[in-house]
C-alpha cells in the first residue's frame, strides 16, 4: 500500500522558519515528481513548490519564491519544505503531494496531475 506523510508543522511566529517533510513508502518512487500545496481556511488548494523527479528543477508559486526551498532525497523517498521568513498568510494546510513524470508533463502545479497525497500538516503563522 502507497502512503505518504507529511511531518514538520507547527505554530510559529512571523518571520521564523520551519522545516517540513514528507516521507513515501509502499512502491518505488525514482521517476516522482513531489510536490507541496496548501489550503487556507476558506480557500482553494494551492501550489506552493515542486520539485522534478531527477531533482534538478525546482518550481515555486510567486507567493514563496525567495522565501521557501525545495528539495528530496530519492535515497530517501522523501521530499522537503525549508520555509523562512513565514507570514500570517501562510497559513494553512500543508499537502505533500507525488506524481510520475509522465503524468506530469511539464504541469506541475495543477493539483490533478498528482496520485498520491498526504493528510496534510497544520502550520500557523502568528502575527
Not at 496548501?38 to 488548494?45: D, I, N, S, T, V
Not at 507567493?63 to 532525497?73: H, L
Amino acid at each position: 500500500q502507497v502512503q505518504v506523510a507529511e511531518s514538520g508543522g507547527g505554530l510559529v511566529q512571523a518571520g521564523a522558519s520551519l522545516n517540513l517533510s514528507c516521507v513515501g513508502s509502499g512502491r518505488s518512487f525514482r521517476t516522482y515528481t513531489m510536490a507541496w500545496f496548501r489550503q487556507a481556511p476558506g480557500k482553494e488548494y494551492e501550489f506552493v513548490a515542486a520539485v522534478s523527479w531527477s531533482g534538478q528543477n525546482q518550481y515555486y508559486a510567486d507567493s514563496v519564491k525567495g522565501r521557501f526551498t525545495v528539495s528530496k532525497d530519492s535515497a530517501k523517498d522523501t521530499i522537503y519544505l525549508q520555509m523562512s521568513d513565514v507570514r500570517p498568510d501562510d497559513t494553512a494546510v500543508y499537502y505533500c503531494a507525488w506524481a510520475d513524470r509522465t503524468n506530469i508533463m511539464g504541469d506541475y502545479v495543477s493539483g490533478h496531475k498528482y496520485t498520491y497525497w498526504g493528510q496534510g500538516t497544520q502550520v500557523i503563522v502568528s502575527a
